[in-house]
Nanobody, 129 residues
Framework: QAQFVESGGGLVQPGDSLRLSCAAS????????TGWFRQAPGKEREAVSC????????YYADSVKGRFTISRDNAKNMMYLQMNSLESEDTAVYYC??????????????????????WGQGTQVTVSS
């Protein structure tokens, strides 16, 4: 079964850092653009950051630019999200997914969430003092 498994979430204080990991199984990550998304209680799921399959193209939501860094290791079938200077507004469940329609990412956005599939179960990130 093709799916992602996210890990690395937790409870941290404002200003702290976390590194989320996403393992792909049942398919090759190198074939797809992929991304991190998040959903806070009562809010719609939003794109946080996306990365192209092999060209290094990236997208970041304005709210995370300069704080978050997306990366991937196609040889290990893994994707990562380094999150620094965390804020309470970053509290959400974080998901990873693959874009089955595109291999590159337009850094200007918008990200069409409906193009993404193979959603993982998510990992909770809570930023609170």
């Amino acid at each position: 079964q093709a799916q992602f498994v996210e890990s690395g979430g937790g409870l941290v204080q404002p200003g702290d850092s976390l590194r989320l990991s996403c393992a792909a199984s049942g398919f090759f990550l190198r074939d797809y653009a992929t991304g991190w998304f998040r959903q806070a209680p009562g809010k719609e799921r939003e794109a946080v950051s996306c990365i192209g399959a092999t060209d290094g193209s990236t997208y970041y939501a304005d709210s995370v630019k300069g704080r978050f860094t997306i990366s991937r290791d196609n040889a290990k079938n893994m994707m990562y999200l380094q999150m620094n200077s965390l804020e309470s507004e970053d509290t959400a469940v974080y998901y990873c997914a693959a874009n089955l329609m595109r291999t590159t990412v337009d850094g200007r956005g918008p990200i069409r969430i409906y193009e993404y599939d193979r959603w993982g179960q998510g990992t909770q990130v809570t930023v609170s003092s």
